[in-house]
């Protein structure tokens, strides 16, 4: 930990090991954003879609990057970063490293009213990501009520996410079993989160979301390092407990949602990013802005993956996510069980 002191008396502390990360983090999603750009039927050097991207590229290159592939790589980040930083919201406020939106049920209640909307309205793109958002929206409210007894906490958060996010998923299925053929296939190729087919008209919404949400929860971050220390504590040192945690829940659900509408359910990065960045800083707290650049990463990686390393067989890279998130938690279960906690 190193402190700063400006001239106008102001002292910052930085953490060197944690800054350091935050910018290999940024770095690298950057560079996988620019690799991802070029990549495609028709491969676009490194070099070509930088100076494209400055504004000095021809007009095909363009066309191909900045209305065709730009677009979606941007999702990707935003979704990725979304998915990250309320993944670290939600397991720092649960004090439990399963305690993601994965595991607590909000994927599945945004996948019902996006299901809700493909099968009962046979709505358009944009009426199933408004769905999506109403639906994960609601599931964090029902969940955040059913928990409550003389405030919010951990377990109880979990326990009800799960029982939630079972009732949910018998929900989601029943939907799938009243669709005709087509919105059902419609329906599981959202399902399986996707960044294929995104443009710019998702872009922009998730974008003010996040200028708006982002800073907000840089704000609570001392707060939240408090409440991880438990009620009392952060009680004692003059924490607003349950206004702290509702406003963060509620971003953190807002977050959830908003990537669910943009990209469909893409799995695990919410649970793998804050425990990913946690490791590689070894600080403790939620570390906020290491788990956001850490899934922005991981999602743009893992569309990259599934762009390339199937062939011709592409894969939705929420398939992708889904493979190794699964690796990931049956490792995170064995740790956990080895030392004791589970």
Request: charged share 15%.
């Amino acid at each position: 930990m190193k402190a700063i002191r400006t001239r106008g008396g102001l002292s910052v502390r930085l953490d060197v090991r944690t800054t350091v990360v935050v910018t290999l983090l940024l770095l690298a999603a950057l560079a996988a954003s620019v690799v991802l750009i070029g990549t495609g039927d028709f491969e676009i050097p490194a070099a070509d879609v930088v100076r494209t991207l400055l504004g000095d590229g021809n007009a095909g290159q363009e066309f191909i990057i900045n209305e065709l592939r730009l677009p979606r790589v941007l999702v990707g980040l935003l979704v990725g970063s979304a998915l990250g930083l309320g993944g670290a919201l939600f397991q720092s406020i649960a004090r439990n490293p399963l305690g993601s939106p994965d595991v607590l049920g909000l994927g599945q209640g945004a996948t019902a009213g996006a299901l809700t909307m493909i099968v009962l309205f046979h709505g358009s793109a944009a009426a199933v990501a408004g769905g999506a958002l109403v639906g994960g929206l609601v599931t964090g409210a029902a969940i955040y009520l059913l928990a409550w007894k003389r405030g919010v906490h951990g377990y109880r958060l979990v326990l009800v996410g799960i029982g939630v996010c079972a009732f949910i998923t018998a929900i989601n299925g029943y939907l799938l079993t009243k669709a005709d053929f087509v919105d059902a296939a419609r329906a599981v190729v959202w399902m399986t989160g996707s960044l294929d087919g995104r443009d710019w008209d998702q872009v922009w919404p998730l974008l003010a979301l996040c200028a708006v949400l982002v800073p907000l929860v840089l704000v609570y971050g001392r707060p939240l390092r408090m409440l991880e220390m438990g009620d009392d504590v952060a009680n004692a040192l003059g924490v607003r407990v349950e206004r702290t945690r509702l406003v963060l829940l509620t971003a953190s659900v807002l977050l959830t949602a908003a990537a669910t509408a943009a990209a469909g359910p893409v799995s695990f990065v919410a649970l793998t990013a804050p425990q990913l960045a946690r490791r590689l800083t070894r600080s403790p707290g939620p570390n906020l802005m290491p788990a956001m650049f850490m899934g922005a990463a991981l999602l743009i990686v893992a569309d990259f993956a599934s762009q390339r390393a199937f062939g011709a067989d592409q894969l939705p890279v929420g398939v992708v996510t889904g493979v190794l998130g699964g690796v990931y938690l049956l490792w995170l279960l064995v740790t956990q069980r080895k030392a004791g906690r589970i």
